[in-house]
């Protein structure tokens, strides 16, 4: 039950600005409806950003099918079927210095296919998170702090 609690907490936060790194893209902030495919985090979140890939911290090894790889990368080379794929969920953690940390860790065939078409950004939504959430996702192997 704790467990549920917990993801209900997470998925019902939501970010009110913008990090710093996002704050020269915000003319890339596209709205989309609510049609568009959601996961638990990201549901409540309309605004999808244009991250930079160089930011986004992937802690956990993928597990990747070869196939949906090349599949998606088929599917973004087309310029009228990229909006067909749906943007990742990203964790934005603000440090205690105010350094924003931007960590994935699902989307990993859609991070995979971006990486491998050298693609500077990926669209995502951000869900804002502690290093609390963070701690959940990782245990121990979760930073103590974030500068």
């Known amino acids: 039950m704790e467990f549920i609690s917990q993801f209900i ?4 936060r939501r970010g009110n600005g913008f990090g710093p790194i996002l704050q020269r893209n915000r003319s890339s ?5 609510s049609t568009m ?3 638990i985090h990201s549901a409540g979140i309309a605004e999808i950003h244009m991250v930079p890939m160089s930011v986004i911290q992937r802690p956990i090894p993928s597990v990747l099918d070869e196939k949906k790889v090349q ?6 080379k087309g310029e009228s079927s990229e909006d067909e794929v749906p943007p990742i969920d990203l964790l934005w953690i603000t440090g205690d210095e105010g350094g924003d940390y931007y960590f994935s860790f699902g989307g990993c065939h859609r991070f995979e ?3 491998r078409l050298q693609r500077p950004e990926i669209k995502a939504k951000l869900v804002k998170s502690t290093l609390g959430d963070l701690y959940h996702y990782m245990g121990s192997s979760a930073p103590k702090y974030l500068a």
Do not use: G, H, N, P
């Open 9 to 12: 907490r997470l998925a019902s």
């Open 29 to 33: 902030i596209v709205q989309k409806d």
């Open 37 to 39: 495919d959601t996961t």
């Open 71 to 76: 599949s998606l990368m088929e599917t973004i």
């Open 113 to 115: 296919a971006y990486k």
